[in-house]
């Protein structure tokens, strides 16, 4: 699992509103790599289901 920190911002498209995603809530999975003249280029990747504070419904937001 991949170590991140900080705070993501993201902006529902429909209605505008931001929340906030703390780093230590992100499942990420490493899907891959490639071996490169400095070294390993590892790719990761992963979901988070979000509800959006001004709406009704869940978000998805893929990374």
Do not use: W
């Not at 911002?9 to 931001?18: D, V």
């Not at 230590?24 to 071996?35: F, N």
Request: proline share 2%; glycine share 10%; hydrophobic share 35%.
């Amino acid at each position: 699992m991949a170590l991140l920190s900080g705070t993501a911002e993201l902006q529902c498209k429909h209605c505008e509103n931001a929340f906030h995603i703390d780093a230590y809530d992100l499942d990420i999975d490493r899907v891959g790599a490639d071996e490169r003249q400095m070294g390993a280029e590892i790719f990761y990747e992963g979901a988070q289901e979000l509800n959006c504070p001004g709406r009704s419904f869940g978000v998805r937001h893929d990374y």
